[in-house]
Structures are given as C-alpha cells and as structure tokens.
C-alpha cells in the first residue's frame, strides 16, 4: 500500500515541482505548468495525467489501474488505486505525466534525491 505522505514524496522528487490544493484533492504540478497528477484520500487514490496510448499501457498491468471515467479519461487521465498498485508502477506512471507536462522544453527528467 502506498500512504498519502509516500504519494505526495514520490510526485515532488521530480525537479520543479510543487503541492498545491485541487478541489476535495491534492494536486502535483511543475511550478508555472499544469498539473500531472492529484491525490484524493478519502479513497486512496491518485489520478495521473498520461497520455491515452500510455493509458492503455498502464491499463493492462493492473485492473486496480483504470480511465477516468469521464471526459478528462478519454484524454488520458488516469486512476491508480494506492492500496494495491505496487510503488515501482506508479513511480513510473509519475515520470511519464511529469515528462509529458515538461515536454521538450524542459527535456526529460529522473526523480532528484530531495
């Protein structure tokens, strides 16, 4: 299982990014870009902003691991459930959000030892 607070470490280990309010969630995002995943702990949840061909990817590892059952899910969203996904997938899940919201701007990035 993964906590709140191992959530929240693993989503600000990547550089530039920060922890900021999102509705009844907690949302993760580059500072000055748009966000790359949300955590919503009355369910223990996180929804990660892929794009929909790595959806479909992350999909099929896990049936914890599921679209966004909405319009933001058609566009990639994408919810892990952090009582059953293993660390390692959701840490990877977490570099292709951040990558994809850097884009080749900011180039590709590993996690910092923060």
């Known amino acids: 299982m993964i906590t709140a607070e191992s959530f929240a470490q693993m989503a600000l280990s990547f550089s530039g990014t920060e922890q900021v309010p999102h ?3 907690i ?5 000055g870009r748009r966000m790359f995943a949300t955590y919503l702990a ?7 902003f892929l794009t929909p061909k790595e959806q479909t990817v992350f999909c099929k590892m896990d049936k914890n691991i599921y679209p966004v059952p909405n319009k933001w899910g058609e566009k990639g969203a994408t919810t892990f459930n952090l009582n ?3 660390k390692n997938i959701v840490l990877e899940a977490l570099l ?3 990558n ?3 884009g080749s701007k900011g180039g590709k990035s590993r996690p910092s030892s923060r």
């Open 23 to 25: 509705f009844e969630r």
């Open 42 to 48: 009355k369910d223990n949840t996180a929804n990660i």
């Open 100 to 102: 994809e919201v850097m």
């Open 84 to 86: 059953h996904v293993p």
């Open 27 to 31: 949302g993760f995002k580059i500072t």
């Open 96 to 98: 292709s959000a951040y």
